[in-house]
């Protein structure tokens, strides 16, 4: 796989009395944008940060801000979002009852968008709307906090997602978040992963943010791809479209009959 890898700084790990230094010290080092995930204590049970954060950012970065809103009602806080600055916006799947008309609304804001799923919720609800954004989001823990072990069990579906996107929307960035550092950063490259947000292993590590960027693009750079029983393992994990098809008729007539 040669496709260009990504890295997503969350600064969720961040020093926030130094947050402008550490921003900067991103961008010096290669940062491709700054992940900056907004909690409300509903949707996840976590409260982080908001609009001042990214106003404040935008002053000192010239990276794209990317907002990864775990709120119940992201519709409802697009507008300051955008106004305070922000480039990119990471919608969830779960709990949102118009993902369709939320992820337009975005679109006309000119604001770049994402859709993401949670380590329970699986490949095939994405069918019906990858074809409407420019990335997906695979959580590879469970939405919330920061320094999480990462799910390993989410390997397959980020793999199922690759294909999915190959098939029906080709450019979409696939990106992956949540226990991602220079161990389990190949991995997840290796099942097509191609933006890689690091909170911890970035701005927790003991060495220089810096030095903990380079140590996972050289991680990834240097992976074995020739695993033994890949072949064998993509043949049973693959995404199936007219399984998926028959899956996603099933969710949408089960969202009806919800109301
Ligand atoms: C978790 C957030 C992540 C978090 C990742 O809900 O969405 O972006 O910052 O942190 P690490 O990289 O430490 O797992
Ligand atoms: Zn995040």
Redesign the pocket.
């Known amino acids: 796989m040669s496709k260009i890898i990504k890295l997503a700084p ?1 600064i ?1 790990s961040a020093d926030f009395a130094h947050l402008g230094k550490q921003v900067h010290e991103a961008e010096q080092a290669g940062a491709d944008r700054i ?1 900056v ?1 907004v909690m409300d204590g509903h949707f996840v049970p976590n409260i982080s940060m908001g609009v001042p954060i990214v106003a404040s950012l935008r002053r000192v970065t010239r990276l794209p801000l990317e907002i ?1 809103m ?1 709120v119940t009602d992201p519709a409802f806080f697009l507008d300051e979002f955008t106004e305070a600055g922000s480039d990119s916006f990471l919608v969830h799947w779960e709990g949102n009852n118009n993902l369709h008309r939320t992820v337009q609304r975005i679109k006309a804001l000119g604001k770049r968008v994402g859709v993401g799923i949670n380590p329970a919720t699986p490949a095939v609800v994405l069918e019906e709307i990858v074809q409407d954004v420019d990335q997906v989001l695979v959580m590879t823990v469970n ?1 919330g906090f920061g320094q999480q072990h990462f799910i390993h069990s989410t390997l397959p579906k980020v793999r199922r997602v690759r294909q999915m996107i190959d098939e029906l929307r080709p450019g979409c960035d696939l990106e992956v ?2 226990g991602i550092d220079a161990t389990t950063a190949p991995l997840v490259v290796d099942v097509g992963a191609n933006v890689l ?1 690091a909170g911890s292993a970035i701005f927790s590590a003991k060495e220089s943010i810096a030095a903990a960027m380079e140590r996972i693009r050289g991680a990834v750079e240097s992976r074995n791809t020739h695993h033994e029983g890949r072949e064998e393992h993509e043949e049973k994990t693959s995404f199936c479209p007219k399984r998926g098809k028959r899956i996603g008729i099933f969710l949408r007539v089960l969202r009806a009959l919800r109301g």
């Open positions: 969350s969720l992940h995930d990864h775990m939405p978040d949540g947000v």
